[in-house]
């Protein structure tokens, strides 16, 4: 009787942790789906013809990366917090479909891109522009997002990434002077994370303004 | 013996379920709550900073259109005979179009005058070709030879350390048909300079190229010999 009660015993602490895991999985599933569904949609929306698979994974970074080795887009469970909307993940995806983009160029690109991993860093930030913007995103939310969790550094020396305020502001000179209209018009004006990057990024944004980037007279920005 | 093993599993599983109540208990801040129990003590009403973005303002009173792009159905190309009867349910709705049984139309073109990025191109800037041959649709001439063609920049990644070319990444081309209607090319035009990474990174590896690291690739240059494929669907 006393082996059977501790043998029960046993089972229900297992059990009990076991069920604790299954939980955590049905949660992961349903942004596994949300992941997938969004990146194919992006893929698709693109006309981008080579395969990439998009996970979802149970770590608590804040953080997503592009693999080479199977060209999968991975989504780490500690960036959920930081993602507001739709645009915003979306965004995040783009910039990886972006990196993806480059390791199909071949080995050696890829060995490019540890050389000078903060221009293809720069480069991906701004195809995800053009991504979100094809695939209907509001692509503020590059900003928003980014703003969000990327912190600052003192510098970029030695850095895989350039420093977030450079990054920023690039993203936003990008779309000052592609895709104006979301600026002019811009749903984020009064999203807190957006009014924290204009309270940071006023001299960037004066430099921006007055390097006269618009062209409004171009028949393509019309159209 | 058995019973000793299974007292150890219960005590692992003990061990376990105590982590777990750890980990899920809530920590009150009991110094604040201790230090402020029964005063009375009220938030500052702040009014709301609103910060403009004074950049964006030029833009003001210009017109810009948001880029609509349609969400449409994938076509399903499978051949009718594979089909044999058989249902099969209409895909979901995800986005562009991409109909696979729709008749394309090559059209190749070359730059009329040769870019590079050495001119202080900038995206946005728009860049013209012609069309080098005449193309034809169902046997019927549709856009002539040297029609003019515009292209846009849309991304110019510079040179880099390390023998990183420029590269530079064109599209929406616009051109004419020989009825004056505005066709719309797709496709990319995509060129990069000299990668002299190809030498620059393995003397760099080798410990003594120290030097190398500084040399930039080349600047990406579109020659009026340089044809590409475009296509109208």
């Keep these: ?26 949660k992961d599933g349903q942004y596994q789906k949300k992941v ?5 949609s992006i893929l698709n ?18 953080n997503a990366y592009a693999s080479s080795y199977d ?49 293809y860093e720069e480069k991906a930030d701004k195809k995800a522009v053009d991504y979100m913007i094809k ?47 979301y600026l002019a018009d811009n749903s984020y004006k009064n999203n ?22 618009i062209n409004v007279s171009n028949k393509h920005q019309k159209d | 013996m058995n019973l000793k093993i299974i007292a150890c ?72 005979e594979y089909l044999n009867g058989r249902v099969l349910s209409k895909q979901k709705p995800v986005c562009k179009m991409i109909d696979e049984n729709a008749e394309i139309i090559k059209v190749s073109i070359h730059p009329v005058k040769a870019i590079t990025t050495k001119e202080g191109l900038k995206i946005t800037d728009t860049v013209y070709f012609a069309v080098s041959k005449d193309v034809y649709n169902k046997d019927e001439l549709f856009i002539k030879k040297d029609s003019p063609v515009s292209g846009f920049i849309e991304l110019i990644s510079p040179a880099e350390r390390f023998g990183e070319p420029d590269e530079i990444e064109l599209s929406r081309f616009l051109t004419a048909d020989t009825k004056g209607n505005k066709i719309v090319l797709v496709g990319n035009v995509r060129k990069q300079g000299a990668d002299r990474g190809l030498w620059v990174r393995p003397l760099y590896n080798t410990g003594y190229g ?24």
């Design chain 1, 71 to 119: 060209k999968s887009v991975i989504v780490l469970r500690g960036l959920m917090p930081y993602i507001d909307d739709d645009a915003e993940l979306a965004g995040i995806l783009c910039h990886e479909i972006a990196h993806q983009m480059d390791f199909y160029e071949g080995p050696w690109r890829r060995m490019a891109m540890s050389f000078n991993s903060k221009k």
């Design chain 1, 1 to 26: 009787m006393k082996k059977i009660t501790v043998f029960l015993l046993f089972l229900f602490v297992f059990n009990s942790v076991a069920w604790s895991y299954e939980i955590d999985l049905t």
């Design chain 1, 36 to 40: 997938m569904e969004m990146g194919f």
């Design chain 2, 9 to 80: 599993f219960f005590l692992i599983g003990v061990v376990f379920l105590g982590y777990k109540c750890v980990y899920a208990e809530v920590i009150e801040d009991d110094i604040a709550i201790s230090s402020f129990q029964g005063k009375n003590f009220q938030k500052p009403l702040l009014p709301m900073v609103y910060i403009e973005d004074d950049t964006a303002e030029s833009l003001q009173g210009k017109t810009f259109k948001k880029t609509v792009y349609k969400h449409e159905l994938l076509a399903d190309t499978i051949p009718d």
């Design chain 1, 135 to 181: 695939s209907g995103y509001d692509p503020v939310a590059l900003i928003t997002a980014l703003n969000k969790f990327c912190g600052q550094t003192d510098g970029d020396f030695g850095m895989s990434h350039p420093m977030t305020s450079k990054r920023l502001a690039y993203i936003y000179e990008y779309i000052y002077q592609k895709y104006p209209a």
């Design chain 1, 45 to 62: 929306s693109n006309r981008i013809d080579k395969r990439v698979v998009f996970r979802f994974e149970s770590s608590k970074q804040a």
């Design chain 2, 210 to 233: 120290m030097p190398f690291a500084l040399v930039k690739g080349g600047r990406a240059k579109i020659k009026t010999t340089d044809e590409f494929e475009l296509y109208y669907e």
């Design chain 1, 192 to 213: 807190l994370y957006y009014q924290n990057f204009l309270l940071t990024s006023r001299k960037d944004r004066e430099k921006i303004k007055n390097k006269n980037l």
